[in-house]
């Protein structure tokens, strides 16, 4: 079957190729077949890729270990779910899946608008063939998962974090977002190729950007809980260089989101846009190459691999056409109206864009300064939590406030007198919740204060707008259902409070302590009481290998009753892990976490506990997040019967 | 075996599905011309000043713009509109 696998690869290669060069060749030359016969290869490709990735898949189900790919990623005792999971749990898998989702992707798009945005489609066409010509021809000429081998008794395994289930949706969802950016660069793209830069490619991409968007964001939120029970070092996100990879292009995505609108309603921002969209794209692919070249230490990353330079040269090749292209529109592309006020709901969007792009700009640096060290330097430095914690209050605070003062400023211009008279509940509430929290001790932290008042100030402007709105128009449903984008876009804004909250409560008041407990022994901690009750030694032997966990079992009091485990597992194979015991509080939505750090010869043990309040509003938010996108995202008849009868009236 | 016919199956089934098309009647792509370009460039102005009455109005009507700023602001925003309206049906008269 790896023959088939390998044909299907090199026929996805040839007709990406073929959509890439004859698309390119019809669209200078206006031929229509040729266009449709490039449309279709694209098409096709998505096809012969599904071939691929069922050969893939059915091998590692079938534990056929005669494939390299499935003896190094799974052994026999692997569920088949996970057995599945090791499809995207190693690096020629997860190109397969990447080339999968552009190609689907690719043919959605170009078979959903090849009547509606002709003009375009025939450049969308060859530049996802481009971009799918790269991902095929990697797979076929450098990473394949298609190499045989003599069948060894058993595979290596997949490692145990990796034996989660949120591993089965949280890469998937990721994927979705990063490739799912090509579809927006692609109509950017075609519309300055073809001069087209009119506002139809903002509206025919504003769905397929926030469907990435959605995928991207809350992929990130699965795997900061990922990290969270099952990794086991008490937090959720280390900033780690491939955790920073996810979140670079979605600040990038957001800012695009917020700055389109200006260019809809005013036709400003065109050039800041097509920025904004080829960033996205190129920090998506940054993101890839950081993951797969090997260049950083990460947990998320994978091992050190031959195809970092061809990535390093596809960025760089992309960056470079991205600049010509906006270089050679730039007087295409510039504003015909200008920024009436400063005191306006589009200079606020503006402020946002800033904000945004300095976040992630921020980031990159942080990124990319301890590989240009090492590369021109030889010296191997690191940039630590300080760094970013710093940058993100300085940037995330006033982004929080921001998105609260700009639902209630006016478009185009607003006086300061009509703004404080809007503003007056919202500041009320947050002063009277930042007078309180003092009151309540709360004022330990400044960040966590100030971040606390700004999202009561944020959550007040919301309702706010809903109660005057619901008067204006009589009915609260109407209200939504008319401009679905605008609310669905407020209840993505009390997910990024919720979220603020979470990581604020989480972080800034979260209580951290190291206790060396022998049996018998107790500890109290924030109203729990922890007794250490005993160890118990739990081995398993496999043909994958033996493995020892040992597992302290500890007795919980006072807020909490019953028992608690948390584990060491040694695995001779794989290494060891840790397995967090974590009791949830849901009345405070905090939680008592606990893990077992290090076995002593006096047969004490070192635990590390921490109580982390609020921190499951963060996954709450997550799920409101995605509520939000989707009340967003649900198709609206009126706009796209607008836009049929918009191109219909341009043909005459 | 199977994998070698079933490859061929797949290969052959891209090359019918790219061929499709050469059998079409028309080589022509439908794309905008200079003509319709100019009338896209109006229906957007007409769009874009259309929807910016609307928000004022709501904007108007919760509060988040007083009389004055309504009455400076809505002039100029009616006459962009009508504008772009003109626009349209002369060229539609052309």
């Known amino acids: 079957m790896a023959d088939l696998g ?51 898949a059915l091998a590692l189900v079938h534990h056929d270990f005669s494939f390299v790919y499935v003896a190094n990623h799974t052994s026999r005792d692997l569920s088949t779910i ?31 608008n090849r009547k509606l945005l002709r003009d375009l489609i025939v450049w969308v066409v060859p530049i996802m063939g481009t971009l799918a010509t790269f991902f095929s021809f990697i797979l076929v000429a450098v990473a394949s998962p298609f190499k045989t081998q003599v069948p060894p008794l058993d595979g290596a395994g997949l490692t145990p974090s990796l034996q989660n289930p949120y591993m089965v949706a949280h890469p998937p969802m990721l994927y979705l977002g990063y490739v799912g950016l090509s579809v927006p660069f692609a109509f950017a793209a075609a519309a300055m190729i073809s001069g087209h830069t009119d506002e139809r490619w903002i509206v025919a991409t504003r769905r397929w950007t926030l469907t990435a968007w959605m995928f991207l964001g809350f992929g990130q939120i699965l795997g900061a ?31 695009f989101l917020h700055s389109v609108m200006v260019q809809e309603r005013k036709g400003m921002l065109r050039v800041w846009n097509m920025i904004l969209v080829a960033l996205s794209f190129e920090l998506a692919v940054f993101g890839d190459f950081l993951t797969r070249s090997g260049v950083v230490n990460s947990i998320h990353s994978f091992a050190q691999s031959p195809i970092g330079g061809w990535f390093l040269g596809f960025v760089v090749a992309t960056s470079l056409f991205s600049v010509a292209l906006i270089l050679w529109r730039l007087p295409l592309l510039r504003a015909r109206t200008k920024l009436e006020s400063a005191l306006s709901r589009e200079a606020t969007f503006l402020y946002n864009n800033l904000l945004f792009v300095a976040l992630c700009l921020t980031i990159l640096w942080g990124v990319l300064f301890p590989i240009l060290t090492s590369v021109f330097l030889g010296e191997s430095r690191t940039i630590g939590r300080p760094y970013y914690d710093f940058f993100l209050r300085i940037f995330g605070l006033p982004l929080l406030l921001l998105m609260g003062i700009g ?100 972080s800034a008041y979260q209580t951290n302590v190291e206790r060396t407990l022998k049996p018998g022994q107790s500890t109290r901690i924030d109203g729990y009481t922890v007794s250490y009750k005993q160890m118990q030694k739990i081995p398993s032997v496999s043909e994958s290998g033996r493995q020892v966990e040992d597992r302290a079992v500890l007795a919980l009091g006072g807020r909490a009753h019953g028992t608690l485990d948390t584990s060491l597992i040694n695995s001779s194979l794989l290494g060891p892990s840790h397995e967090v015991g974590i009791r949830t509080d849901y009345l405070r939505a905090q939680d008592l976490y606990v893990i077992l750090s290090q076995q002593n010869a006096d047969g004490s043990v070192i635990f590390q506990i921490l109580v982390k309040p609020l921190v499951n509003l963060i996954w709450l938010a997550g799920f409101i997040f995605l509520g939000g996108s989707l009340i967003t995202l649900w198709p609206d008849a009126r706009e796209q019967r607008r836009l049929v009868a918009r191109l219909a009236l341009a043909r005459g | 075996m199977t994998a070698l016919i079933l490859g061929a199956i797949v290969a052959v089934a891209a090359v019918v599905l790219v061929s499709l098309p ?28 259309l929807a910016a009455l609307k928000e004022l109005e709501f904007d108007h009507r919760t509060g988040k713009i007083d009389d004055v700023d309504y009455r400076r602001l809505v002039g100029p925003l009616r006459r962009a509109a009508a504008e772009a309206l003109q626009g349209i049906d002369q060229q539609a008269k052309e």
């Not at chain 1, 919740?433 to 100030?450: K, M």
Request: aromatic residues 10%; positive net charge.
């Open chain 1, 82 to 112: 996970y057995a599945l999971t090791a499809f995207w749990g190693g690096q020629e898998g997860s190109l397969l899946l990447w080339l999968l989702v552009l190609s689907g992707y690719g043919a959605l798009v170009v078979l959903l």
């Open chain 1, 6 to 56: 390998r044909a299907a690869l090199v026929v996805s290669f040839g007709l990406a190729l073929y959509a890439a060069c004859a698309g390119t060749y019809a669209a200078l030359q206006k031929r229509n077949r040729l266009a449709d016969s490039a449309r279709n290869a694209l098409v096709a490709c998505f096809g012969s890729t599904i071939v691929a990735a069922i050969v893939l």
């Open chain 2, 22 to 49: 050469f059998f079409a009647d028309s080589d022509v792509i439908d794309a905008p011309d200079e003509r319709a370009e100019r009338r896209l460039e109006l229906m957007d102005a007409r769009d874009r000043a």
């Open chain 1, 225 to 255: 809980h990922w990290a969270y029970i099952e990794v086991g070092w008490g937090g959720y996100y280390g900033w780690d260089p491939v955790e920073n990879a996810a979140l670079m292009p979605w600040l990038a995505a957001t800012a």
């Open chain 1, 407 to 506: 639902p209630l400023i006016a478009w185009r211009r607003s006086s300061a007198r009509a703004l404080l008279k809007t503003l007056r509940w919202p500041i009320l509430a947050a002063l009277i919740a930042g007078g309180g929290l003092i009151a309540a001790g709360a004022g330990s932290s400044h960040p966590g204060l100030i971040a606390y008042t700004f999202c009561v100030f944020v959550l007040t402007t919301i309702v706010v707008e809903l109660v005057r709105g619901t008067r204006a128009t009589g009915s609260l449903l109407q209200l939504v259902a008319r401009n679905r984008r605008r609310y669905g876009g407020y209840v993505v804004h009390a997910a990024v409070v919720l979220f603020a909250i979470g990581v604020a409560g989480s």
